[in-house]
């Protein structure tokens, strides 16, 4: 299995500043993903961030208004840029190895844009 | 898209076994179907997958049809701590570099 460890766990913005969002495994892993889960809503992927290579990003998010950063195996950061409460949410990295057959998640981050 | 269909809420007493359906009619030969449930405020956590064979561990049973195009989570003693959100998933096996795509899952209640 795989830990994962996010921070922060929780916090509360005000519109138009940026947070960034931390995700440390405790293992090296090639593929890590992270998600957005709005209120009351399912998990949407956002991102698919591969070390060494610029992330991929699902329709609908963009790497100006959410950029990842990948520095090695362990490690990588969401920053959601220039929040308006609709980016209220919880985000979760995850990751998954070819070895697994299950994918770990974070304990997620509560974002919480006044 | 997610590939499967499944019943918004159902609600369960405690102590009870839990049957959570899922319909995956466009199933793929080489997919299997995943569980994974999410408690309040946590992360997606994996409970159980399988081919076509039913299949059981320590947290729950799997059973899938002879077509297998549905399937079915048995929770045989359903407790408190089991109340979350339940989602089937299809994917293909040793797929661990792809992520996972989320349909919106059944809401267990358990029911003391």
């Known amino acids: 299995s795989a830990v994962i460890s996010q921070k922060p766990s929780r916090d509360i913005c005000q519109r138009g500043t940026s947070l960034t969002i931390q995700c440390q495994v405790d293992?090296?892993?090639?593929?890590m993903f992270w998600y957005r889960q709005q209120p009351g809503q399912s998990l949407t992927l956002i991102a698919t961030?591969?070390?060494?290579?610029?992330?991929?990003?699902e329709s609908g998010f963009v790497i100006d208004k959410f950029p990842i950063s990948r520095p090695n195996l362990t490690f990588s950061t969401l920053t959601v840029s220039n929040m308006s409460p609709e980016d209220s949410s919880i985000y979760l990295c995850?990751?998954?190895?070819?070895?697994?057959?299950?994918?770990?998640f974070g304990p997620g981050t509560r974002l919480t844009v006044l | 898209d997610a590939k499967t269909t499944q019943p918004t809420s159902m609600d369960c007493a405690e102590g009870r076994a839990a049957n959570l359906p899922c319909n995956h009619s466009?199933?793929?030969?080489?997919?299997?179907v995943y569980w994974y449930r999410q408690i309040h405020s946590q992360g997606p956590q994996y409970i159980i997958h399988?081919?076509?064979n039913n299949e059981t561990n320590e947290m729950a049973s799997l059973i899938i049809t002879e077509d297998r195009k549905s399937s079915t989570l048995i929770l045989p003693h359903a407790t408190l701590r089991d109340t979350a959100v339940y989602y089937c998933?299809?994917?293909?096996?040793?797929?661990?570099?792809?992520?996972?795509?989320f349909g919106k899952g059944t809401r267990l209640s358990v029911i003391a």
């Open positions: 961030a591969n070390q060494g290579s610029e992330a991929t990003y």
């Open positions: 995850s990751l998954g190895t070819a070895a697994y057959n299950e994918q770990f």
């Open positions: 293992s090296q892993v090639t593929m």
């Open positions: 466009t199933i793929s030969g080489n997919e299997y």
């Open positions: 998933i299809v994917r293909v096996a040793n797929s661990g570099n792809t992520p996972l795509v």
């Open positions: 399988g081919l076509k």
